[in-house]
């Protein structure tokens, strides 16, 4: 995946902006974020099939995986000021 361009009109961008309606919207983008930035790390579907028993059984690496969601998640409720008015 290649970070677009400022100004180009390729490709619509996976993420426009960080601001979403409601908590919810923004728990469902951290997700994405997260989910995003480790195909984009592993490209490899396979790989990632492949290594999937590993961490899915491990309760350390699925605590490290939600940390991740965490941290994406807090980045996304301050561009929205909290969902503050």
């Given amino acids: 995946m290649q970070a677009q361009e400022a100004g180009t009109d390729d490709e619509a961008s996976w993420l426009p902006s960080l601001i979403t309606a409601t908590p919810e919207e923004g728990f469902e983008l951290a997700v994405k974020m997260s989910r995003t930035s480790v195909k984009t790390i592993q490209p490899d579907?396979?790989?990632?099939?492949?290594?999937?028993?590993?961490?899915?059984h491990d309760p350390d690496s699925l605590i490290a995986a939600t940390h991740v969601v965490?941290?994406?998640?807090?980045?996304?409720?301050?561009a929205n000021n909290y969902w503050r008015d």
């Fill in 45 to 56: 579907v396979e790989v990632l099939k492949k290594l999937r028993p590993a961490y899915a």
């Fill in 70 to 78: 965490a941290v994406n998640f807090r980045t996304i409720a301050e």
